[in-house]
C-alpha cells in the first residue's frame, strides 16, 4: 500500500494553498488534497461536464454565461449519480490515510469538493462555447 500513496501524493503534487498551524482539519484536506486532484483532473472533469450536458439536449451553449454558470451548478449539486462520479473521480486519488480522513467528515467534505469544483468549472466558463467549424 505505500508504494500506491507515494505514488499518488508524488503524482498531485504538492499542496496548493497555505497551511498553518490555525488551519482547521478541513482547510488542510482541502488544501493538500483536494486542491491538487482538482486541479490535475480539471482536463478530465470539463469533459465529463460537456458529455452530461450533450445527454441533456438542452440548448446550453447558446446560453448566456450567468445561464451556463447556474446549469452547471444545478447538475453537480442535484443529479446525485452524476454528483457521485463526480466524487468518485476525486476520492479515487486519495491516499489510505486520507480516505480514512474523508470517512471521518464526509458530508462536510463532499460539500466541499462539490463547491471548489462549481467555482473551478464556473471560472472556466468560457470552454463551454460553440466551436464553430
Do not use: C, W
Amino acid at each position: 500500500m505505500e508504494d500506491r500513496n507515494q505514488f499518488i501524493e508524488k503524482f498531485r503534487g504538492e499542496p496548493i494553498g497555505t497551511i498553518t498551524e490555525q488551519s482547521s482539519v478541513d482547510e488542510i484536506f482541502q488544501n493538500k488534497t483536494l486542491r491538487p486532484i482538482l486541479k490535475l483532473q480539471n482536463d478530465l472533469f470539463i469533459e465529463v461536464i460537456k458529455n452530461q450536458i450533450s445527454k441533456h439536449k438542452t440548448d446550453f451553449y447558446h446560453f448566456p454565461a450567468e445561464k451556463k454558470m447556474a446549469y452547471i451548478e444545478h447538475i453537480i449539486k442535484s443529479e446525485v449519480k452524476f454528483r457521485n462520479s463526480m466524487k468518485g473521480i476525486i476520492i479515487s486519488l486519495f491516499t489510505i490515510d486520507e480516505y480514512n480522513t474523508y470517512i471521518k467528515n464526509s458530508s462536510s467534505l463532499n460539500k466541499r469538493m462539490m463547491n471548489m469544483l462549481i467555482e473551478r468549472i464556473k471560472n472556466q466558463i468560457q470552454l463551454f462555447e460553440i466551436v464553430e467549424s
